[in-house]
């Protein structure tokens, strides 16, 4: 197959091939680092707008070659990919600038930007992927590119993390390889999109479906962080700031995330899974994900541990949109994929610049920092409430299409689900914004910040402010201009017309 592939080679390549040079260049040589870094990171970001534009025209971009008989690698770039695509190019460039000046004046940078780019590289090939096979490739390839991220600062705490991330991963890579082969052994080979294999299969072959679909879900379920496969991903919390937003937003949650998106929609189809009562079951573990996330989240008082209970929380209205079987379903769970990656790197970002710049970590240091640090506390206020749902944030319509959908699909229980999670939510960042914005700080000459520096004529690094800002105002502006063409919105509403046209 060769359907306009150079576009799409030269997008994976953006970031795939930029990896192994900066693993040659000179531990100090900043400037040609920063410039391979920042360069690959524009680069990509432009090829993919001009693929959605493409898109958008009606032109198809796809490549592919037989690996052995009966499997093959294939790319493609269809709308739910592209979206995914779209997601990890602009919040690579914010997480990129944001790394540069984290990691200013620290060891082994480049071995650290030599493997974020082989994670965004990995993260690119998994929106691209064409069928599960290629999907299987580059999802294990993010798990080798991330562990190294994960133990970068080289401490005992970080060595034992990165052991309990490749435990996990790893498992959850050979139930996904499990389920591929089995599949692959039932059915063929199947491309995405192309439901029809599995809906011509019998009534006989119902059963294997089913623990086909539920090996699928464990090891995907892995990555996107589903109780009780989550264990991994608070530990993870002893890596650097950066590391944590790659984490959380781009990369290793949304993986696992956007893998069951493609299972449910793209190998099942929709109305097999329904069939089967599959959406039921996912719809069950997605809400007591998402409940049981929030719980913990409260009883946190690390700052990035609350983050990251939060994150175990949140990925799952994703999981609980497209269990919901009706197009509001849908368009609330793939809208949340961009939404929760836009407000999830904004609160990692303003809480790595709290341990930078006064070495806050934990949520009992908070006070009185919104007059010390306004932009980034403004910036983690915007985060915050768009977690809890207030509009015109993001969050706001992710669960306000999740309602709609729980109705549209019957299942008014979610809507309890979604109550009980908006008030966690609440309970869990409205303390943290109190003491942010109206508890007093250490007065001068009486206390102290933990760990104060002056990394910044402004309230800290540039390099550490402006990308927060940045994301704070694409997850209020994706709100406020929700119905304009293009914004996640509007490209989710594109999918699910896609999916239950007739």
């Known amino acids: 197959m060769n359907d306009n592939p150079g576009l799409l080679l030269v997008t994976l390549a953006a970031s795939l091939l930029v990896a192994p040079l900066i693993f040659l260049l000179p531990e100090r040589a900043w400037l040609a680092r920063t410039t391979l870094n920042l360069g690959a990171a524009l680069l990509k970001l432009g090829l993919v707008t001009l693929m ?6 009606g032109d198809s971009y796809a490549f592919g070659f037989t690996v052995v008989e009966g499997v093959s ?27 540069i000046g984290y990691l200013e004046g620290s060891p082994n940078r480049k071995r650290f930007f030599g493997f974020f780019s082989l994670c965004v590289a990995s993260t690119l090939g998994i929106a691209l992927a064409g069928n599960l096979f290629t999907f299987m490739l580059f999802y294990e390839l993010l798990t080798l590119s991330t562990y190294p991220l994960v133990v970068h600062r080289g401490t005992p705490k970080a060595l034992a993390a990165g052991a309990t991330y490749l435990r996990y991963t790893v498992s959850g890579g050979v139930l996904l390889l499990i389920a591929v082969v089995a599949l692959h052994v039932l059915a063929g080979e199947v491309n995405f999109g192309q439901r029809e294999v599995l809906a011509d299969l019998g009534p006989e072959h119902h059963a294997w479906l ?6 699928l879900m464990l090891g995907l379920g892995v990555k996107a962080a589903l109780v009780p496969l989550h264990g991994w991903l608070p530990q993870a919390m002893v890596a650097p700031a950066p590391v944590s937003a790659l984490l959380h937003a781009v990369a290793v949650v949304k993986a696992g995330a956007f893998g069951i998106v493609r299972v449910v929609y793209d190998v099942y189809g929709i109305a097999l899974s329904y069939e089967l009562g599959l959406l039921t079951g996912l719809a069950i573990a997605a809400s007591f994900t998402i409940l049981y996330g929030s719980l913990r989240a409260l009883a946190q008082v690390d700052i990035k541990r609350r983050l990251a209970f939060s994150t175990v929380s949140q990925v799952s209205y994703i999981m609980l949109g497209i269990s919901l079987f009706g197009p509001m379903g849908t368009i609330a769970g793939l809208a949340h994929l961009l939404h929760q990656g836009l407000m999830k790197v904004t609160l990692f970002f303003c809480a790595g610049n709290y341990a930078e710049e006064l070495g806050i970590h934990r949520i009992d240091e908070l006070d009185g920092v919104g007059r010390r640090m306004p932009g980034t506390s ?16 993001v969050g706001f319509l992710s669960k306000w299409y999740l309602g709609m959908g729980a ?29 942010l914005w109206f508890k007093p700080g250490p007065l001068e000459g009486v206390g102290t910040w933990p760990e104060e520096r002056r990394l910044g004529r402004l309230e800290t690094s540039a390099w550490l402010l402006w990308p927060a800002l940045a994301t704070a105002a694409f997850s209020l502006l994706a709100g406020v201009f929700a119905g304009l063409p293009f914004s996640p ?14």
């Open 73 to 99: 690698f294939q790319l493609r770039a269809d709308p739910l990919g592209i979206m995914f695509a779209g997601l990890s190019s602009l919040l690579w460039l914010f997480t990129t600038l944001y790394a």
């Open 52 to 57: 959605v534009a493409g898109l958008a025209r």
């Open 407 to 435: 109705i549209q699909a019957g299942m008014s229980w979610v809507i309890a689900v979604l109550v009980a999670s908006s008030l966690l939510n609440a309970a869990y960042f409205l303390p943290i914004l109190y003491r």
């Open 489 to 502: 919105l509007s490209w989710a509403s594109l999918i699910a017309t896609q999916e239950y046209l007739p």
């Open 378 to 393: 403004l910036a983690f206020t915007l985060g915050a409430l768009g977690m809890i749902g207030i509009p015109p944030l």
């Open 210 to 215: 089913i623990g086909i679909f539920v090996l």
